[in-house]
């Protein structure tokens, strides 16, 4: 009994890593989708998301079920609460690739970004992978003090998202209004996308730890 129960536990994990490589993938297509005005690559993510939603909801199952049929205590309850907030994290930053991708097609075929805020956006967008790729492996190590440095590694997106305002409010902007304000949705999509990372990051943490990085400081 105890051998499937940890099995299951180990499978929970696996699903939340696999879901975290899932949105490095969508924001990565996205970010390309948009850059290149790639109409079929921004579907492919649209299509793609409903994978996404389809995982969390059997891994919120799987979890609700050790819950209620196992009574883990300690280190395993907070395995489990932390990958059941975790998995709506990772959902949300597919869909936050999503809209991302909608935003390509909207505009399709017409390039959504003028060249010189297309390069800040292109970094955002590996920004955002490397979080995804650093959450999955994260969620795999359980190492606690690789988890924390993920809300350092948010430093490099918080500079470019201002960076992207700079732009946006120099009173030269050329580009618009429309323009202004898919810049200003992108920018918070991406932000945001490497909030829900440096989230799953503090969890794992807690998990390891019993303690968020704030009470550990």
Same mark, same amino acid.
């Given at each position: 009994?105890?051998?499937?129960?940890?099995?299951?536990?180990?499978?929970?994990?696996?699903?939340?890593?696999?879901?975290?490589?899932?949105?490095?993938?969508?924001?990565?297509? !996205?970010? +390309?989708?948009? @850059?290149? #005005? =790639?109409?079929?690559? /921004?579907? &492919?993510?649209?299509? *793609?998301? %409903?994978?996404?939603?389809?995982?969390?909801?059997?891994?919120?199952?799987?979890?609700?079920?050790?819950?209620?049929?196992?009574?883990?205590?300690?280190?395993?309850?907070?395995?489990?609460?932390?990958?059941?907030?975790?998995?709506?994290?990772?959902?949300?930053?597919?869909?936050?690739?999503?809209?991302?991708?909608?935003?390509?097609?909207?505009?399709?075929?017409?390039?959504?970004?003028?060249?010189?805020?297309?390069?800040?956006?292109?970094?955002?967008?590996?920004?955002?992978?490397?979080?995804?790729?650093? !959450?999955? +492996?994260?969620? @795999?190590? #359980? =190492?606690?003090?690789? /988890?924390? &440095?993920?809300?350092? *590694?948010? %430093?490099?997106?918080?500079?470019?998202?201002?960076?992207?305002?700079?732009?946006?409010?120099?009173?030269?902007?050329?580009?618009?209004?429309?323009?202004?304000?898919?810049?200003?949705?992108?920018?918070?999509?991406?932000?945001?996308?490497?909030?829900?990372?440096?989230?799953?990051?503090?969890?794992?943490?807690?998990?390891?730890?019993?303690?968020?990085?704030?009470?550990?400081?």
């Amino acid at each position: 009994m105890r051998s499937d129960y940890h099995d299951r536990l180990d499978a929970l994990t696996t699903g939340l890593a696999d879901m975290c490589g899932l949105a490095a993938t969508a924001i990565e297509r !996205a970010t +390309d989708g948009l @850059l290149h #005005a =790639d109409l079929s690559i /921004a579907e &492919r993510v649209i299509s *793609d998301h %409903d994978d996404l939603v389809e995982r969390k909801a059997a891994l919120e199952e799987a979890a609700f079920i050790l819950l209620a049929l196992q009574a883990p205590v300690a280190g395993e309850l907070r395995a489990i609460v932390s990958t059941l907030r975790n998995v709506s994290d990772a959902e949300r930053m597919g869909g936050l690739a999503l809209h991302v991708a909608k935003i390509a097609r909207l505009r399709h075929p017409s390039q959504v970004l003028a060249d010189d805020v297309s390069a800040v956006i292109a970094e955002m967008g590996t920004v955002a992978v490397d979080l995804a790729h650093a !959450a999955r +492996d994260v969620v @795999l190590s #359980a =190492d606690p003090e690789r /988890a924390a &440095r993920l809300r350092h *590694d948010d %430093d490099a997106m918080n500079d470019l998202h201002r960076h992207l305002f700079t732009l946006l409010m120099d009173r030269q902007w050329p580009h618009g209004v429309a323009a202004a304000v898919d810049v200003t949705l992108l920018g918070r999509f991406y932000e945001r996308f490497a909030d829900h990372a440096v989230e799953i990051g503090r969890r794992v943490v807690f998990q390891a730890t019993g303690e968020t990085p704030d009470s550990a400081d």
